[in-house]
């Protein structure tokens, strides 16, 4: 029998959806809303067959783009939030470090795809192309190696790859709501959770 999630991880999910209703509409130079762009990469996700912990990680790998209130335009103004470090941090004490990482790594894995594959590079949407300026540019070959090290580094590759499917104009996809099963599956085990938080 499963063990039903406690009223205090329920919060946290529900803190997430919020957070996504309220500030989603925002779309940092996409032709996509930020809400669509999650539901669109979770939705490739899904389609993949992919784990529901990579699944979660799509829906929230620029989670971090809706906490660092510097406005969808910051690129604009040559600033580059660490929008993926704002949203690993913010998860981390909720989420199976898998997804933290696939969240925390997604860009980097972006550098690297755009060292690694020039198509990627060629590829990249207008908005894409001047963040990727601002994280520093494509990956040199020792820092690809090291990000290769990471054990973590396949797992965000899959997600950097859902993340530049995900701008579909017009694409249908599940509600917001449709992923809470799949967030409830990727939080931490209660204990671990509760010594992050600690
Ligand atoms: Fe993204």
């Not at 996700?45 to 510097?70: K, M, Q």
């Amino acid at each position: 029998m499963t063990t039903p999630p406690s009223a205090r991880r329920v919060d946290c999910l529900e803190e997430i959806l919020t957070t996504y209703h309220r500030y989603g509409h925002a779309h940092y130079g996409e032709s996509v809303s930020e809400l669509e762009h999650a539901l669109q990469c979770a939705t490739f996700a899904l389609r993949a067959g992919e784990p529901a912990v990579l699944i979660a990680a799509c829906l929230l790998h620029d989670y971090g783009h809706l906490r660092h209130g510097l406005g969808e335009d910051c690129a604009d103004r040559g600033i580059d939030a660490g929008h993926e470090s704002i949203g690993a941090a913010a998860l981390a004490p909720h989420f199976q470090p898998a997804l933290v990482a696939g969240v925390a790594l997604h860009v980097e894995a972006k550098r690297y795809l755009c060292f690694a594959e020039p198509e990627h590079l060629a590829r990249l949407s207008p908005a894409s192309s001047q963040s990727l300026r601002l994280q520093g540019g494509p990956h040199d070959a020792a820092a690809a190696r090291a990000f290769l090290a990471h054990p973590h580094s396949a797992l965000a590759l899959r997600v950097r790859r859902y993340d530049e499917l995900g701008k579909v104009p017009g694409m249908t996809t599940p509600s917001l709501d449709a992923f809470r099963d799949v967030l409830l599956a990727a939080l931490r085990p209660e204990r671990d959770a509760a010594v992050a938080q600690s």
